[in-house]
């Protein structure tokens, strides 16, 4: 299973009326769901993504899309602008779960944790081993807090780099499952 963990630092955390851009960039959520979960015309169901909300009014939230139960979706914005508002209204859908729950208490859980760092391991240097079953953690927007990065730290993270850029985080997600697709053959 591959998991990738986005902070949101603006996301909203209740029911939003308008664009998920004008709900606190929940349209960089959407970018980065399509980007983990979707391949042409089939979802990957040995993906999780998971998505910590810590925006106004009422953080922090996380909810969780599975890609093994994941069912009755598309990748346009209005779909996801549909299930989120749900989501967060506490409608479930097929595949996708919320909790009510920080991301320090999720991440203590995990065993290989890997953090996006443009100074860390380049992912070319790891091995398929080293790869499996990991969890990847992104910064949206605005990046990760500093002393969050420092926790992962202590729990013993690993620092990946994909170069010397910068990338936008649905881009990270897209350039990480294109390595461990090529890896995992």
Partial sequence: ????????????????????????????????IISAMFLSHSIRRDVEFHVFLYGSPNPPLHII???SSLYDVRTDEATWNKILNEILSGHP??????RKEGIENYVET??????????????KEFERKDLDDA????????????????FVRRLGANELSLGKKRYLASS???IINYSLDRLMV
């Fill in 1 to 32: 299973m591959r998991r990738f963990i986005l902070y949101s630092r603006t996301g909203k955390t209740a029911p939003f009326n308008g664009s998920l851009l004008e709900a606190g960039r929940l349209d960089v959520i959407h970018q980065c």
């Fill in 93 to 98: 859908h097929q595949g996708i779960f919320m």
């Fill in 135 to 150: 969890s990847f953690i992104i910064g949206d927007q605005v990046g990760l807090p500093i002393k969050f990065e420092k």
């Fill in 172 to 174: 990270v997600i897209n």
């Fill in 65 to 67: 899309i599975d890609g």
């Fill in 110 to 123: 995990l065993k290989k944790i890997f953090v996006l760092n443009e100074k860390g391991k380049d992912i």
